[in-house]
C-alpha cells in the first residue's frame, strides 16, 4: 500500500474503516517521522496510541473539576469518523497526565489532571493524541521564537520561522509529522503559521468551541482551531470540535450554524466575495499581493464576483489589540505565582517568591506583555487605554457586521508577507507584530476565517484568507474547497528545506525535549 502518510486524514480514516488500514501501523508510521524530524515541532510524543504518559497524583482529578467528566456526542456520519486518527496538540491544551507547559520554563514538568474539551471531544471519536507541538510561550508571539524549548524551523527553509504562535502544529502538519494538529487562535496564531507554512489554517467563531483546559492568554479572543493538509481535513475535525456548549467554559455557546460536514462544492457562483481596500495598502510585498490577485482571478472564473469593501476601523485592530490581549494577559497569568503549580524560586520571603518565580519563569515576550497589560489596567490610566480599546473594538465588531449585509465573505492575504529569517524581527517588536495586521480584525469580531495556501513568492508558501459571519463555517469551507482544487497547491516542502540540510537546534523529540 502507498505510505499512509500521505493520505489525507479524511482517506485514511476511510481507509481505516475499511480495514485496509492498521489504526497502530497509522500512529507508529507518524511516531518515526516525528521522532526523526529536525524541525522542533513536538516537545513530547506518546509511545503509542494508548500512551496515558503518567499518573497524576492522587485525588488530583477529582480536585480538577466540578461534578463527573462529560461525555459529549460523536457525528453519526461515517464519512465524519476520527476512529485511529492520530492528532497534533498544540502545548497549551491540558491533556491529563501528559506534560503541559505552554512551552514556559514556569511549567516545565507540568502534568495536568484534566483533559481539554477539545481533545476530550477527538478522544470521544476514536482519535488518539500523537504528540504535544512546540509553540511560543503562553502563545505570545508570531515566529515560534518565544518557546523555552527552541524555536521552531520552517520545513520549507529551515533558515526561517514558521509563523506563530501555532508554529509546531503548523510545522508538523506541513512537514507530514502529524495528519491534523490542534492550534489557537487568539489574534492569529492559527492562520498566520498556515499560511507561512503552506497547510490550512482554520479558525472557529469565538464561543463554538469550548475553552476548558486551554492554557489562557486572553480568554476573550482564545479560540481553539485546526491546521490540516487540506480543507476537507479541517472541516472533518471541526465538526468533532463542536457541539453542545460547555459549562465549565463561561464563553461557551455550542454550535449554533447549519450542520457541519465535509464540503464538496467546485464552483462559487453567486457568493459575493469583499476585498476591502483599506487593508490592502502599504506593507504587502509584491509577490504576497500578486499570489493575493491570481486568486480572486480564479474565484471570478469559478463564479464569484469580486466587490471592493471597506472596513474602516480595521486599520486600528493592531494598536486596539495590543492594549486588550496584553490587559487580559496581565490577568490570566497573574495565577503564575508558584505557589499553587509550576516551578518556584527559592526565596525568603513572600513578595521574593513571587517576583523571582515570576522573573525566571517567564520569558523576555510574556514579561513585556503582562508589563503592557499591567499598565493599561492600572488606575489613571484604564479609561484612556483598555477602555478606548474595547470601543474600538466595537467599531470593528460593526465594521464586519456592515460588510456582511453586502458580501458573503471577505478575502484577504493572510500574512503580508513570506516567512521571514530566524532572529530577524526579535529585536523589533513593531514589525514583529504588524505580521497579524490582516488576521487580527476578524479575532477582535470574533467571527470564523481560514487561510488556505494560494502560492509560492521566492519559493515560500503564500497564504489566503477568508473570512464569514459569525457560523459562517459551512460556506467559508465550501468556498476554500472550490478553490483550493482550482488553485492546485502543491503543498510538499523541499525534501530537507532550502538549507539543503537539517537546520540546527532542533530538540530531541523522543526524550520529549525535556519536557517530561
Avoid at 469593501?309 to 495590543?322: D, K, N, S, V
Avoid at 488553485?487 to 523522543?510: L, M, N, Q, V, W
Wanted: with cysteine; charged share 20%.
Amino acid at each position: 500500500m502507498t505510505d499512509p502518510t500521505t493520505l489525507s486524514a479524511v482517506d485514511q480514516v476511510a481507509a481505516l474503516r475499511a480495514g485496509d488500514l492498521d489504526a497502530a501501523g497509522l500512529f507508529a508510521a507518524y511516531r518515526e517521522r516525528a521522532a526523526a524530524d529536525d524541525t522542533n515541532s513536538f516537545t513530547w510524543l506518546a509511545d503509542g496510541p494508548d500512551d496515558a504518559a503518567a499518573a497524576v497524583p492522587d485525588g488530583a482529578r477529582a480536585r480538577s473539576v466540578d461534578g463527573p467528566e462529560p461525555t459529549f456526542d460523536v457525528p453519526a456520519d461515517d464519512a465524519l469518523s476520527v476512529r485511529g486518527l492520530p492528532v497534533a496538540v498544540k502545548d497549551l491544551f491540558c491533556v491529563t497526565g501528559v506534560p503541559t507547559a505552554s512551552c514556559s520554563e514556569l511549567l516545565r514538568g507540568y502534568r495536568p489532571p484534566h483533559t481539554a474539551t477539545a481533545v476530550a471531544r477527538l478522544q470521544a471519536g476514536g482519535a488518539t493524541v500523537l504528540g504535544k507541538t512546540n509553540q511560543d510561550e503562553f502563545a505570545m508571539g508570531s515566529s515560534n521564537e518565544n518557546s523555552a524549548f527552541g524555536a521552531v524551523l520552517n520545513p520549507w527553509d529551515r533558515t526561517r520561522v514558521p509563523g506563530g504562535s501555532s508554529g509546531g502544529s503548523a510545522a508538523a502538519v506541513a512537514a507530514g509529522l502529524a495528519p491534523v494538529a490542534l492550534g489557537t487562535d487568539t489574534g492569529g496564531s492559527v492562520r498566520q503559521p498556515a499560511a507561512l507554512c503552506g497547510v490550512v489554517g482554520l479558525k472557529p467563531t469565538y464561543g463554538s468551541v469550548s475553552r476548558f483546559g486551554m492554557i489562557a492568554f486572553a480568554s476573550s479572543l482564545d479560540q481553539a482551531g485546526v491546521l490540516a493538509r487540506d480543507v476537507r481535513d479541517a472541516a472533518l475535525v471541526l465538526a468533532h470540535l463542536t457541539g453542545a456548549a460547555d459549562p465549565r467554559d463561561s464563553t461557551s455557546i455550542g454550535w449554533q450554524g447549519d450542520a457541519l460536514g465535509l464540503p464538496s462544492a467546485d464552483r462559487l457562483d453567486g457568493l459575493r466575495i469583499g476585498v476591502p481596500t483599506d487593508l490592502l495598502g502599504e506593507g504587502i510585498d509584491p509577490g504576497v499581493r500578486a499570489s493575493f490577485d491570481a486568486a480572486l482571478r480564479t474565484a471570478e472564473e469559478l463564479g464569484a464576483s469580486i466587490v471592493e469593501i471597506t472596513l474602516p476601523h480595521a486599520r486600528h485592530a493592531l494598536a486596539a489589540y495590543y492594549v486588550i490581549a496584553p490587559a487580559e494577559a496581565s490577568s490570566n497569568l497573574a495565577r503564575f505565582d508558584g505557589v499553587r503549580y509550576g516551578n518556584r524560586a527559592a526565596a525568603d520571603d513572600l513578595v521574593s517568591l513571587y517576583t523571582r518565580t515570576r522573573h525566571d519563569g517567564f520569558g523576555p515576550e510574556v514579561r513585556r506583555r503582562i508589563m503592557l497589560g499591567t499598565f493599561a489596567l492600572s488606575a489613571g490610566y484604564y479609561d484612556a487605554y483598555y477602555g478606548r480599546a474595547q470601543q474600538v473594538r466595537t467599531k470593528v465588531v460593526e465594521d464586519f457586521a456592515t460588510a456582511h449585509e453586502q458580501v458573503d465573505l471577505i478575502a484577504t492575504p493572510t500574512s503580508p508577507t513570506v516567512a521571514w529569517g530566524l532572529g530577524e524581527r526579535t529585536d523589533d517588536p513593531w514589525a514583529m507584530y504588524r505580521a497579524d495586521v490582516m488576521t487580527l480584525p476578524q479575532s477582535l469580531a470574533g467571527v470564523p476565517a481560514i487561510s488556505i495556501p494560494c502560492g509560492l513568492d521566492d519559493g515560500l508558501p503564500v497564504g489566503l484568507q477568508l473570512s464569514g459571519p459569525a457560523f459562517g463555517e459551512p460556506r467559508i469551507l465550501d468556498a476554500a474547497h472550490a478553490l483550493e482544487r482550482a488553485i492546485g497547491f502543491d503543498g510538499t516542502p523541499p525534501r530537507s528545506g532550502r538549507t539543503g540540510e537539517g537546520g540546527a537546534g532542533g530538540a530531541d523529540a523522543t526524550s520529549g525535549g525535556g519536557a517530561a
